[in-house]
Protein backbone atom coordinates (compact mmCIF):
# COMPACT_ATOMS: atom_id res chain seq x y z
CA UNK A 1 0.00 0.00 0.00
CA UNK A 2 3.02 2.29 1.02
CA UNK A 3 4.14 2.19 -2.80
CA UNK A 4 1.09 3.14 -3.92
CA UNK A 5 0.42 5.92 -1.54
CA UNK A 6 4.00 7.02 -3.29
CA UNK A 7 2.97 6.50 -6.72
CA UNK A 8 -0.12 8.94 -6.05
CA UNK A 9 1.64 11.81 -4.78
CA UNK A 10 4.23 11.42 -7.49
CA UNK A 11 1.68 11.99 -9.73
CA UNK A 12 0.10 14.57 -8.08
CA UNK A 13 3.74 16.55 -8.29
CA UNK A 14 3.68 15.92 -11.36
CA UNK A 15 0.26 17.13 -11.81
CA UNK A 16 1.29 20.62 -9.85
CA UNK A 17 4.49 20.45 -12.32
CA UNK A 18 2.19 20.87 -15.42
CA UNK A 19 -0.25 23.62 -13.58
CA UNK A 20 2.50 25.88 -12.46
CA UNK A 21 4.40 25.85 -16.06
CA UNK A 22 1.17 26.47 -17.51
CA UNK A 23 0.65 29.40 -15.62
CA UNK A 24 4.28 30.55 -15.10
CA UNK A 25 4.42 30.36 -19.12
CA UNK A 26 0.45 32.35 -20.09
CA UNK A 27 1.73 35.02 -16.83
CA UNK A 28 5.02 35.46 -17.83
CA UNK A 29 5.77 39.09 -19.03
CA UNK A 30 6.86 39.16 -22.85
CA UNK A 31 8.39 42.45 -22.46
CA UNK A 32 10.89 40.93 -19.50
CA UNK A 33 11.09 37.98 -21.16
CA UNK A 34 12.30 39.76 -24.54
CA UNK A 35 14.68 41.60 -21.54
CA UNK A 36 16.37 38.40 -20.79
CA UNK A 37 16.71 37.30 -24.52
CA UNK A 38 18.42 40.27 -25.77
CA UNK A 39 20.87 39.66 -22.59
CA UNK A 40 21.36 36.21 -24.19
CA UNK A 41 19.42 33.95 -22.21
CA UNK A 42 18.18 30.78 -24.35
CA UNK A 43 15.49 29.09 -22.09
CA UNK A 44 14.19 32.59 -22.04
CA UNK A 45 14.10 32.57 -25.88
CA UNK A 46 12.18 29.43 -25.56
CA UNK A 47 10.00 30.27 -22.99
CA UNK A 48 8.86 33.91 -25.27
CA UNK A 49 8.32 31.12 -28.14
CA UNK A 50 6.15 28.98 -25.88
CA UNK A 51 4.33 32.09 -24.89
CA UNK A 52 4.08 33.86 -28.39
CA UNK A 53 2.67 30.30 -30.07
CA UNK A 54 0.95 28.76 -26.54
CA UNK A 55 -1.24 26.02 -28.50
CA UNK A 56 1.31 23.29 -28.67
CA UNK A 57 2.21 24.09 -25.35
CA UNK A 58 -1.13 24.51 -23.48
CA UNK A 59 -2.08 21.34 -25.42
CA UNK A 60 0.47 19.37 -24.29
CA UNK A 61 0.14 20.34 -20.33
CA UNK A 62 -3.77 19.44 -20.92
CA UNK A 63 -3.21 15.77 -21.83
CA UNK A 64 -0.38 15.51 -19.42
CA UNK A 65 -3.25 16.59 -16.67
CA UNK A 66 -6.14 14.62 -17.59
CA UNK A 67 -3.76 11.62 -18.02
CA UNK A 68 -2.45 12.06 -14.66
CA UNK A 69 -6.00 12.58 -13.00
CA UNK A 70 -7.10 9.84 -14.66
CA UNK A 71 -3.90 7.11 -13.58
CA UNK A 72 -3.96 8.62 -9.76
CA UNK A 73 -8.20 7.96 -9.30
CA UNK A 74 -7.50 4.78 -11.21
CA UNK A 75 -4.93 3.18 -8.73
CA UNK A 76 -6.30 5.08 -6.00
CA UNK A 77 -9.67 3.14 -6.40
CA UNK A 78 -8.19 -0.34 -7.53
CA UNK A 79 -5.37 -0.59 -4.97
CA UNK A 80 -5.65 2.09 -1.93
CA UNK A 81 -9.37 1.36 -1.43
CA UNK A 82 -9.01 -2.35 -2.07
CA UNK A 83 -6.41 -1.99 1.04
CA UNK A 84 -8.42 0.26 3.33
CA UNK A 85 -11.40 -1.85 3.09
CA UNK A 86 -10.29 -4.39 5.71
CA UNK A 87 -9.40 -1.95 7.88
CA UNK A 88 -13.17 -0.19 8.32
CA UNK A 89 -14.18 -3.91 8.36
CA UNK A 90 -12.81 -3.87 12.07
CA UNK A 91 -15.36 -1.40 12.88
CA UNK A 92 -18.63 -3.65 12.77
CA UNK A 93 -20.81 -0.42 12.55
CA UNK A 94 -18.82 0.58 9.58
CA UNK A 95 -18.94 -3.20 7.85
CA UNK A 96 -22.18 -2.65 5.52
CA UNK A 97 -20.30 0.57 4.16
CA UNK A 98 -16.86 -0.28 3.76
CA UNK A 99 -16.34 -0.32 0.41
CA UNK A 100 -18.17 2.39 -0.07
CA UNK A 101 -16.37 4.31 2.42
CA UNK A 102 -12.80 2.95 1.22
CA UNK A 103 -13.59 4.71 -2.27
CA UNK A 104 -14.60 8.11 -0.36
CA UNK A 105 -11.92 8.67 1.69
CA UNK A 106 -9.73 7.66 -1.12
CA UNK A 107 -11.49 9.96 -3.60
CA UNK A 108 -11.68 12.79 -1.17
CA UNK A 109 -7.77 12.50 -0.20
CA UNK A 110 -6.67 12.72 -3.64
CA UNK A 111 -9.05 15.59 -4.28
CA UNK A 112 -7.63 17.55 -1.64
CA UNK A 113 -4.05 16.57 -1.52
CA UNK A 114 -4.80 17.04 -5.82
CA UNK A 115 -5.98 21.03 -5.27
CA UNK A 116 -3.55 21.74 -2.43
CA UNK A 117 0.05 20.49 -4.23
CA UNK A 118 -1.07 19.67 -7.32
CA UNK A 119 -3.18 22.97 -8.24
CA UNK A 120 -3.35 25.98 -5.51
CA UNK A 121 0.75 25.80 -4.59
CA UNK A 122 2.16 25.70 -7.75
CA UNK A 123 -0.08 28.14 -9.19
CA UNK A 124 0.92 30.78 -6.57
CA UNK A 125 4.46 29.70 -7.15
CA UNK A 126 3.95 30.22 -10.55
CA UNK A 127 2.41 33.81 -10.25
CA UNK A 128 4.86 34.94 -8.21
CA UNK A 129 8.03 34.74 -10.43
CA UNK A 130 6.26 33.65 -13.21
CA UNK A 131 9.49 34.52 -15.62
CA UNK A 132 11.88 32.66 -14.35
CA UNK A 133 9.73 29.89 -13.35
CA UNK A 134 9.40 30.19 -17.25
CA UNK A 135 12.77 30.17 -18.34
CA UNK A 136 13.50 26.93 -16.17
CA UNK A 137 10.62 24.46 -17.22
CA UNK A 138 10.27 26.18 -21.10
CA UNK A 139 13.23 23.55 -22.37
CA UNK A 140 11.79 20.81 -20.34
CA UNK A 141 8.12 21.08 -22.10
CA UNK A 142 9.45 22.23 -25.08
CA UNK A 143 10.93 18.49 -25.46
CA UNK A 144 7.42 16.82 -24.26
CA UNK A 145 5.22 18.95 -26.81
CA UNK A 146 7.60 17.55 -29.72
CA UNK A 147 7.11 13.97 -28.42
CA UNK A 148 3.86 14.20 -27.62
CA UNK A 149 2.97 16.32 -31.24
CA UNK A 150 0.85 13.98 -32.45
CA UNK A 151 -1.53 13.94 -30.32
CA UNK A 152 -1.47 17.92 -29.97
CA UNK A 153 -2.31 18.44 -33.66
CA UNK A 154 -4.87 15.87 -33.14
CA UNK A 155 -6.77 18.18 -30.11
CA UNK A 156 -5.82 21.22 -31.45
CA UNK A 157 -7.56 20.30 -35.05
CA UNK A 158 -10.58 18.78 -33.27
CA UNK A 159 -10.76 21.99 -31.52
CA UNK A 160 -10.22 24.40 -34.46
CA UNK A 161 -13.21 22.40 -35.68
CA UNK A 162 -15.81 22.66 -32.89
CA UNK A 163 -15.10 26.16 -32.88
CA UNK A 164 -15.55 26.27 -36.84
CA UNK A 165 -19.00 24.27 -35.76
CA UNK A 166 -19.60 27.09 -32.97
CA UNK A 167 -19.05 30.32 -35.13
CA UNK A 168 -16.55 31.50 -32.53
CA UNK A 169 -14.25 33.57 -34.13
CA UNK A 170 -10.08 34.15 -32.92
CA UNK A 171 -10.11 37.10 -31.04
CA UNK A 172 -7.71 40.25 -32.80
CA UNK A 173 -7.86 42.55 -30.71
CA UNK A 174 -4.36 43.68 -30.18
CA UNK A 175 -2.23 42.10 -26.87
CA UNK A 176 -2.07 45.36 -25.23
CA UNK A 177 -4.31 48.01 -25.46
CA UNK A 178 -3.70 52.27 -25.09
CA UNK A 179 -6.16 51.22 -21.75
CA UNK A 180 -4.46 48.67 -20.05
CA UNK A 181 -1.15 50.85 -20.81
CA UNK A 182 -2.58 54.25 -18.97
CA UNK A 183 -3.68 51.82 -16.15
CA UNK A 184 -0.61 49.94 -15.54
CA UNK A 185 1.41 53.31 -15.19
CA UNK A 186 -1.27 54.64 -13.04
CA UNK A 187 -0.56 51.65 -10.49
CA UNK A 188 2.71 52.11 -11.48
CA UNK A 189 2.79 56.06 -9.67
CA UNK A 190 0.52 54.87 -6.52
CA UNK A 191 2.80 52.10 -5.73
CA UNK A 192 6.02 54.73 -6.15
CA UNK A 193 7.58 52.68 -9.00
CA UNK A 194 6.86 56.18 -11.31
CA UNK A 195 6.91 59.77 -10.07
CA UNK A 196 3.53 61.55 -10.35
CA UNK A 197 4.82 64.25 -12.75
CA UNK A 198 6.17 61.33 -15.08
CA UNK A 199 2.60 59.81 -14.72
CA UNK A 200 0.93 63.06 -16.06
CA UNK A 201 3.53 63.26 -18.63
CA UNK A 202 3.07 60.07 -20.04
CA UNK A 203 -0.75 60.51 -19.62
CA UNK A 204 -0.51 63.77 -21.84
CA UNK A 205 1.44 61.86 -24.81
CA UNK A 206 -0.86 59.33 -25.14
CA UNK A 207 -3.05 62.32 -25.15
CA UNK A 208 -1.57 64.27 -27.70
CA UNK A 209 -1.79 61.58 -30.32
CA UNK A 210 -5.49 61.33 -30.47
CA UNK A 211 -5.45 65.11 -30.15
CA UNK A 212 -6.21 67.67 -33.85
CA UNK A 213 -4.20 70.20 -33.91
CA UNK A 214 -6.82 72.78 -33.36
CA UNK A 215 -7.56 71.84 -29.85
CA UNK A 216 -3.94 73.09 -28.70
CA UNK A 217 -3.67 76.49 -30.93
CA UNK A 218 -4.18 79.84 -30.42
CA UNK A 219 -7.52 81.14 -32.32
CA UNK A 220 -6.72 83.90 -35.03
CA UNK A 221 -8.84 86.45 -32.88
CA UNK A 222 -6.11 86.08 -30.18
CA UNK A 223 -2.78 86.32 -32.81
CA UNK A 224 -0.35 88.94 -32.79
CA UNK A 225 0.86 89.57 -36.03
CA UNK A 226 2.02 92.51 -38.97
CA UNK A 227 0.79 94.02 -41.64
CA UNK A 228 2.84 94.84 -44.33
CA UNK A 229 0.20 97.84 -45.15
CA UNK A 230 0.56 99.50 -41.86
CA UNK A 231 3.99 101.91 -41.74
CA UNK A 232 7.02 100.23 -39.52
CA UNK A 233 6.78 101.92 -36.62
CA UNK A 234 2.50 100.77 -36.05
CA UNK A 235 4.56 97.22 -36.87
CA UNK A 236 7.39 97.75 -34.52
CA UNK A 237 5.21 99.12 -31.69
CA UNK A 238 3.43 95.68 -32.05
CA UNK A 239 6.61 93.90 -31.52
CA UNK A 240 7.18 96.20 -28.19
CA UNK A 241 3.96 95.73 -26.78
CA UNK A 242 3.73 91.65 -26.83
CA UNK A 243 5.89 88.82 -25.94
CA UNK A 244 6.69 87.23 -28.86
CA UNK A 245 9.68 86.01 -30.84
CA UNK A 246 7.83 85.45 -33.91
CA UNK A 247 5.41 87.38 -35.62
CA UNK A 248 2.95 86.73 -39.08
CA UNK A 249 3.70 88.70 -41.40
CA UNK A 250 0.24 89.05 -43.69
CA UNK A 251 -1.12 91.68 -45.89
CA UNK A 252 -4.56 93.55 -44.90
CA UNK A 253 -5.32 90.10 -43.82
CA UNK A 254 -4.04 87.45 -41.94
CA UNK A 255 -5.33 84.81 -44.57
CA UNK A 256 -2.84 86.47 -46.87
CA UNK A 257 0.09 85.66 -44.96
CA UNK A 258 3.45 85.84 -46.89
CA UNK A 259 5.49 84.30 -44.03
CA UNK A 260 6.89 84.75 -40.45
CA UNK A 261 9.70 87.10 -39.30
CA UNK A 262 11.78 87.02 -36.38
CA UNK A 263 11.76 89.74 -33.91
CA UNK A 264 16.02 89.33 -33.79
CA UNK A 265 16.11 89.40 -37.28
CA UNK A 266 13.81 92.52 -37.47
CA UNK A 267 15.86 94.40 -34.65
CA UNK A 268 18.84 93.65 -36.50
CA UNK A 269 17.74 94.90 -39.78
CA UNK A 270 16.46 98.10 -37.42
CA UNK A 271 19.96 99.26 -36.30
CA UNK A 272 21.06 99.30 -39.54
CA UNK A 273 21.44 101.94 -41.94
CA UNK A 274 19.66 100.17 -44.60
CA UNK A 275 15.45 100.49 -45.12
CA UNK A 276 13.76 97.79 -43.89
CA UNK A 277 12.08 95.61 -46.19
CA UNK A 278 9.74 93.23 -43.71
CA UNK A 279 8.61 90.78 -46.40
CA UNK A 280 12.40 90.43 -47.43
CA UNK A 281 12.85 89.35 -43.53
CA UNK A 282 10.12 86.59 -43.70
CA UNK A 283 10.56 83.09 -43.66
CA UNK A 284 7.76 80.99 -45.82
CA UNK A 285 5.37 80.23 -43.56
CA UNK A 286 4.35 75.97 -42.86
CA UNK A 287 0.51 75.49 -43.05
CA UNK A 288 -1.36 72.74 -41.43
CA UNK A 289 -4.42 71.13 -41.17
CA UNK A 290 -6.89 72.25 -38.56
CA UNK A 291 -7.51 68.08 -37.86
CA UNK A 292 -4.12 67.16 -38.29
CA UNK A 293 -3.34 65.32 -35.21
CA UNK A 294 -0.49 66.98 -32.72
CA UNK A 295 1.90 64.55 -33.02
CA UNK A 296 2.13 65.04 -37.10
CA UNK A 297 2.81 68.45 -36.84
CA UNK A 298 5.33 68.30 -34.23
CA UNK A 299 7.00 65.19 -37.12
CA UNK A 300 6.28 68.30 -39.07
CA UNK A 301 8.88 70.59 -37.14
CA UNK A 302 11.04 68.49 -36.40
CA UNK A 303 11.57 67.69 -40.24
CA UNK A 304 11.49 71.12 -41.49
CA UNK A 305 12.90 72.72 -38.93
CA UNK A 306 9.99 75.53 -38.89
CA UNK A 307 8.98 75.95 -35.06
CA UNK A 308 5.42 77.71 -35.88
CA UNK A 309 2.95 76.99 -38.19
CA UNK A 310 -0.45 78.39 -39.12
CA UNK A 311 -3.80 76.41 -39.02
CA UNK A 312 -6.15 76.57 -41.61
CA UNK A 313 -9.71 75.14 -42.25
CA UNK A 314 -10.99 73.23 -45.69
CA UNK A 315 -11.61 76.21 -47.14
CA UNK A 316 -8.07 77.38 -46.82
CA UNK A 317 -8.51 80.47 -44.20
CA UNK A 318 -6.01 80.20 -41.29
CA UNK A 319 -8.27 79.46 -37.87
CA UNK A 320 -5.23 79.73 -35.43
CA UNK A 321 -1.24 79.16 -34.63
CA UNK A 322 0.65 76.81 -33.27
CA UNK A 323 3.97 76.63 -32.05
CA UNK A 324 6.53 73.95 -30.62
CA UNK A 325 6.11 75.25 -27.25
CA UNK A 326 2.01 74.62 -27.24
CA UNK A 327 3.03 71.34 -28.95
CA UNK A 328 5.19 71.13 -25.49
CA UNK A 329 2.83 72.03 -23.54
CA UNK A 330 0.62 69.83 -24.20
CA UNK A 331 3.50 66.94 -22.85
CA UNK A 332 4.72 68.73 -19.72
CA UNK A 333 1.83 71.16 -18.68
CA UNK A 334 1.82 75.20 -18.56
CA UNK A 335 4.98 76.97 -19.11
CA UNK A 336 4.55 80.17 -17.92
CA UNK A 337 7.28 82.98 -18.42
CA UNK A 338 8.85 85.26 -16.02
CA UNK A 339 6.78 88.12 -17.90
CA UNK A 340 4.03 86.32 -18.65
CA UNK A 341 2.06 88.06 -16.18
CA UNK A 342 -1.60 86.19 -17.31
CA UNK A 343 -4.00 84.88 -14.79
CA UNK A 344 -3.30 80.68 -14.74
CA UNK A 345 -5.96 78.70 -16.50
CA UNK A 346 -7.40 76.65 -14.18
CA UNK A 347 -7.34 78.27 -10.11
CA UNK A 348 -8.85 75.06 -7.32
CA UNK A 349 -10.61 77.57 -5.07
CA UNK A 350 -11.29 76.73 -1.28
CA UNK A 351 -14.70 75.72 -1.29
CA UNK A 352 -13.87 72.72 -3.99
CA UNK A 353 -14.82 74.77 -7.09
CA UNK A 354 -12.48 75.58 -10.39
CA UNK A 355 -12.34 78.98 -11.84
CA UNK A 356 -11.17 78.28 -15.50
CA UNK A 357 -10.20 79.87 -18.54
CA UNK A 358 -13.00 79.18 -21.75
CA UNK A 359 -9.75 78.72 -23.76
CA UNK A 360 -8.85 75.75 -21.68
CA UNK A 361 -9.61 72.46 -23.49
CA UNK A 362 -11.77 69.94 -22.43
CA UNK A 363 -9.34 67.11 -22.28
CA UNK A 364 -7.41 68.86 -20.32
CA UNK A 365 -10.11 70.30 -18.21
CA UNK A 366 -11.03 66.16 -17.33
CA UNK A 367 -7.70 64.98 -16.81
CA UNK A 368 -7.21 68.28 -14.04
CA UNK A 369 -10.68 67.32 -12.46
CA UNK A 370 -9.90 63.20 -12.51
CA UNK A 371 -12.77 62.53 -14.51
CA UNK A 372 -13.95 61.99 -18.34
CA UNK A 373 -17.15 64.55 -17.77
CA UNK A 374 -16.54 66.10 -21.22
CA UNK A 375 -14.15 64.01 -22.70
CA UNK A 376 -16.44 61.00 -23.40
CA UNK A 377 -18.47 63.34 -25.53
CA UNK A 378 -18.03 63.23 -29.58
CA UNK A 379 -16.62 67.07 -29.79
CA UNK A 380 -17.66 67.58 -33.26
CA UNK A 381 -18.35 71.07 -32.87
CA UNK A 382 -16.58 72.06 -30.06
CA UNK A 383 -13.03 71.44 -28.19
CA UNK A 384 -12.79 73.79 -25.20
CA UNK A 385 -14.59 74.48 -22.28
CA UNK A 386 -16.26 77.58 -23.85
CA UNK A 387 -17.06 75.80 -26.84
CA UNK A 388 -18.51 73.31 -24.18
CA UNK A 389 -20.44 75.86 -22.95
CA UNK A 390 -22.17 77.69 -25.84
CA UNK A 391 -23.11 74.15 -27.34
CA UNK A 392 -24.53 73.22 -23.71
CA UNK A 393 -26.62 76.82 -23.45
CA UNK A 394 -27.20 76.58 -27.64
CA UNK A 395 -26.74 80.41 -27.92
CA UNK A 396 -24.06 83.36 -26.76
CA UNK A 397 -23.74 82.94 -22.98
CA UNK A 398 -23.68 86.35 -20.39
CA UNK A 399 -22.25 86.77 -17.33
CA UNK A 400 -24.18 84.53 -14.47
CA UNK A 401 -25.63 81.87 -16.90
CA UNK A 402 -25.34 78.49 -15.71
CA UNK A 403 -26.09 74.90 -16.33
CA UNK A 404 -26.03 72.06 -14.57
CA UNK A 405 -23.97 68.98 -15.89
CA UNK A 406 -23.42 65.06 -14.88
CA UNK A 407 -23.04 66.36 -11.07
CA UNK A 408 -21.37 70.14 -11.54
CA UNK A 409 -22.55 73.32 -12.31
CA UNK A 410 -21.01 75.68 -15.12
CA UNK A 411 -21.49 79.24 -14.55
CA UNK A 412 -19.92 81.71 -16.92
CA UNK A 413 -18.55 84.79 -14.42
CA UNK A 414 -16.95 86.49 -17.49
CA UNK A 415 -17.19 87.56 -20.78
CA UNK A 416 -14.62 89.07 -23.27
CA UNK A 417 -16.83 90.57 -25.82
CA UNK A 418 -18.49 87.41 -27.14
CA UNK A 419 -15.67 85.13 -26.15
CA UNK A 420 -16.55 83.37 -22.64
CA UNK A 421 -13.30 84.20 -20.85
CA UNK A 422 -13.79 82.19 -17.26
CA UNK A 423 -16.09 79.89 -15.58
CA UNK A 424 -17.09 78.80 -12.65
CA UNK A 425 -17.12 75.12 -12.01
CA UNK A 426 -18.56 73.40 -8.97
CA UNK A 427 -19.60 70.39 -7.74
CA UNK A 428 -23.54 69.91 -7.14
CA UNK A 429 -22.51 68.58 -3.46
CA UNK A 430 -20.62 71.50 -2.60
CA UNK A 431 -23.39 73.64 -3.76
CA UNK A 432 -26.06 71.33 -1.31
CA UNK A 433 -23.46 71.68 1.86
CA UNK A 434 -23.16 75.45 1.46
Known amino acids: MALEILFILLLIICNGIFSGSEIAVVAARKVRLQQLVDKGSRPARVALRLAESPNDFLSTVQIGITLIGILSGAVGGATVAKHLKPVLDGFKALQPYSEGLSVTVVVVLITYLSLVIGELVPKRLALANPEQIACRIAPAMRALSRLSSPAVHLLGASTDALLRFLNVEVSTEPEITEEEIKALIRQGADSGVFEESEHD ?5 LRLGDRAIRT ?113 EGIVGDLPALEDEDEPSFVIRQDGSWLVNGSLD ?11 LIGSIDQNVFHTLAGFVIHSLKRIPTASDYFDWHGYRFEVMDMDGNRVDKILVTPLGALRNG
Open 201 to 205: MVQRV
Open 216 to 328: MMTPRTDICWLDLEDSLEENLAEVRESNHSRFPVARGSLDNCIGIVRVRSLLTAHMGSEPIDLSALCQAPLHVAESTLSLNVLEEFKRTGIHIALVTDEFGGVEGLVTLNDLM
Open 362 to 372: VNEFDARIGTK
